[in-house]
């Protein structure tokens, strides 16, 4: 819907001369794959630009406009500046703690550099934090690992900066998906473990943080490795996170690594390896006191269980799952789960009832995942969306399942994840028989054009 007060972008109308705006849309995305950017790209997009919806392109898009115009800058092609748009700018940056200024909605996939370079700027003893876990650095910090560092103290600030990192790269995965993180959050796991390897502690407590934070952050960049389709490199994470908790003695850090490598296990078609991974997080997670974890690797074993065609055994898991759940949060609830509420309790099992093949119960609780969701949580609500497409295509309703797949193509500007496009490309490979269909013939069409 464009903002009250827009103003037409004439000057970018008049680049895209006779071209209708699909044609320019397509023109965009080709510049974007000459110089390695991924943008979704449609004629909704082209039309927002010159209807003055959006402003300033976020800094993806600059990167293609300036590469198909060379020689010109965003003023000449209509565009506000960055700061005007985005209010106080730099300036609020250092002056707002980190953990204040989640991404926005219309935050680019490829800020967060910048932004997980300001996780380590927030404090006085922060400079050798930084350095330590390899941002801010330039292409020298790529030669650091090669050469075998000196031993060095550690202490509060860079234990802080590895926490602040975990913390930064989930509320970045949460906004914008796995594909555009990945390559950059591997740098600073690099760096987290050499602290491990080479640094010193004074305190145990400070080792053990250094421990779990570190394990922390190989789970998260699994999961943005898992996100983004590289499997392999998901499942060494995890197994990395795994022998850091076993080492450390940290039980909570054991059964978090055993959730996320379950889940991966099933997406990969090695639903008796879910199963096994699941159980083996439950009893991890059996003295920690959080029925909330519990209630989330009951799931893992469900999803595991109906991937192997056990639908019994899915059920009574389901069921242990909403028992658990039903008994609400506890201080003892790890950080990570905040993602963990009832309607990823819904998409989790409208999961398991598609695998099942039972698409009537699937699109029921994937429905009431996409009404729950969060909608600043950009991310799931493609996701859950992407989910309820697949499972109403399946079940026949296809002018439904077109009109949501038009909602995850909406989104993808915002969202970077190989996972969400496979499961929409699934849901468009089940609506090609019914091309027929006005509604489903729409939805073809604007697919082809952004690539999906």
Same mark, same amino acid.
């Given at each position: 819907?464009?903002? !009250?007060?827009?103003?037409?972008?004439?000057?970018?109308?008049?680049?895209?001369?006779?071209?209708?705006?699909?044609?320019? %849309?397509?023109? &965009?995305?080709?510049?974007?794959?000459?110089?390695?950017? *991924?943008?979704?790209?449609?004629?909704?997009?082209?039309?927002?630009?010159?209807?003055?919806?959006?402003?300033?392109?976020?800094?993806? +898009?600059?990167?293609?406009?300036?590469?198909?115009? =060379?020689?010109?800058?965003?003023?000449?092609? $209509?565009?506000?500046?960055?700061?005007?748009?985005?209010?106080?700018?730099?300036?609020?940056?250092?002056?707002?703690?980190?953990?204040?200024? =989640?991404?926005?909605?219309?935050?680019?996939?490829?800020?967060?550099?910048?932004?997980?370079?300001?996780?380590?700027?927030?404090? $006085?003893?922060? !400079?050798?934090? %930084?350095?330590?876990?390899?941002?801010?650095?330039?292409?020298?910090?790529? %030669?650091?690992?090669?050469?075998?560092?000196?031993?060095?103290?550690?202490?509060?600030?860079?234990?802080?900066?590895?926490?602040?990192?975990?913390?930064?790269?989930?509320?970045?995965?949460?906004?914008?998906?796995?594909?555009?993180?990945?390559?950059?959050?591997? *740098?600073?796991?690099?760096?987290?473990?050499?602290?491990?390897? #080479?640094?010193?502690?004074?305190?145990?407590?400070?080792?053990?943080?250094?421990?779990?934070?570190?394990?922390?952050?190989?789970?998260?960049?699994?999961?943005?490795?898992?996100?983004?389709?590289?499997?392999?490199?998901?499942?060494?994470? +995890?197994?990395?996170?795994?022998?850091?908790?076993?080492?450390?003695?940290?039980?909570?850090?054991?059964?978090?690594?055993?959730?996320?490598?379950?889940?991966?296990?099933?997406?990969?078609?090695?639903?008796?390896?879910?199963?096994?991974?699941?159980?083996?997080?439950?009893?991890?997670?059996?003295?920690?006191?959080?029925?909330?974890?519990? %209630?989330?690797?009951?799931?893992?074993?469900?999803?595991?269980?109906?991937?192997?065609? @056990?639908?019994?055994?899915?059920?009574?898991?389901?069921?242990?799952?909403? *028992?658990?759940?039903?008994?609400?949060?506890? @201080?003892?609830?790890?950080?990570?789960?905040?993602?963990?509420?009832?309607?990823?309790?819904?998409?989790?099992?409208?999961?398991?009832?598609?695998?099942?093949?039972?698409?009537?119960?699937?699109?029921?609780?994937?429905?009431?995942?996409?009404?729950?969701?969060?909608?600043?949580?950009?991310?799931?609500?493609? /996701?859950?969306?992407?989910?309820?497409?697949?499972?109403?295509?399946?079940? $026949?309703?296809?002018?439904?399942?077109?009109?949501?797949?038009?909602? &995850?193509?909406?989104?993808?500007?915002?969202? *970077?994840?190989?996972?969400?496009?496979?499961? /929409?490309? #699934?849901?468009?490979?089940?609506?090609?028989?019914?091309?027929?269909?006005?509604? &489903?013939?729409?939805?073809?069409?604007?697919?082809?054009?952004?690539?999906?």
């Amino acid at each position: 819907m464009v903002s !009250t007060g827009a103003v037409p972008n004439l000057a970018f109308r008049r680049l895209r001369g006779p071209r209708s705006a699909g044609e320019f %849309a397509a023109a &965009v995305r080709r510049s974007a794959r000459e110089i390695g950017e *991924q943008v979704a790209c449609d004629a909704r997009y082209i039309g927002r630009v010159e209807s003055g919806e959006i402003r300033c392109p976020n800094y993806a +898009y600059e990167r293609v406009f300036l590469h198909m115009f =060379p020689g010109t800058t965003l003023a000449d092609l $209509g565009f506000s500046s960055r700061e005007t748009v985005r209010g106080r700018g730099a300036r609020a940056t250092a002056e707002i703690p980190d953990t204040q200024l =989640p991404p926005t909605l219309h935050s680019d996939t490829d800020e967060e550099s910048d932004v997980l370079r300001r996780v380590f700027m927030t404090s $006085g003893t922060a !400079t050798m934090a %930084a350095a330590s876990l390899g941002f801010g650095l330039g292409t020298a910090a790529a %030669a650091v690992p090669a050469q075998r560092p000196t031993r060095r103290r550690v202490g509060e600030a860079e234990v802080t900066a590895v926490e602040k990192a975990v913390r930064q790269i989930r509320l970045l995965d949460d906004r914008h998906g796995g594909d555009g993180l990945y390559r950059r959050a591997a *740098q600073p796991l690099r760096a987290a473990y050499a602290l491990l390897d #080479e640094g010193t502690t004074t305190r145990r407590s400070t080792s053990d943080r250094l421990h779990a934070g570190a394990g922390e952050l190989a789970i998260s960049v699994g999961w943005l490795a898992h996100d983004s389709g590289r499997f392999e490199d998901a499942r060494s994470h +995890y197994a990395e996170a795994l022998a850091t908790a076993r080492l450390a003695g940290d039980a909570a850090l054991e059964a978090h690594a055993f959730c996320n490598a379950s889940f991966l296990a099933r997406d990969t078609g090695r639903s008796r390896e879910s199963v096994r991974a699941a159980e083996a997080g439950l009893r991890a997670a059996a003295p920690l006191g959080s029925p909330r974890l519990l %209630a989330l690797l009951a799931l893992r074993e469900a999803g595991g269980r109906a991937g192997l065609g @056990d639908r019994s055994g899915c059920e009574q898991a389901l069921g242990r799952a909403h *028992q658990a759940f039903g008994q609400g949060t506890r @201080d003892a609830d790890p950080e990570w789960m905040t993602f963990f509420q009832e309607a990823e309790l819904e998409m989790l099992e409208a999961q398991c009832w598609s695998a099942l093949g039972d698409w009537r119960r699937a699109t029921r609780h994937a429905r009431r995942a996409t009404q729950l969701q969060d909608p600043h949580f950009t991310r799931n609500l493609a /996701l859950y969306r992407a989910e309820l497409t697949t499972d109403l295509a399946h079940a $026949g309703a296809v002018a439904e399942a077109a009109a949501t797949g038009h909602q &995850v193509l909406d989104l993808l500007d915002q969202v *970077q994840s190989s996972r969400i496009r496979a499961m /929409l490309s #699934e849901a468009v490979r089940v609506l090609r028989a019914q091309r027929g269909s006005p509604e &489903v013939a729409g939805l073809l069409e604007r697919c082809g054009e952004m690539g999906v």
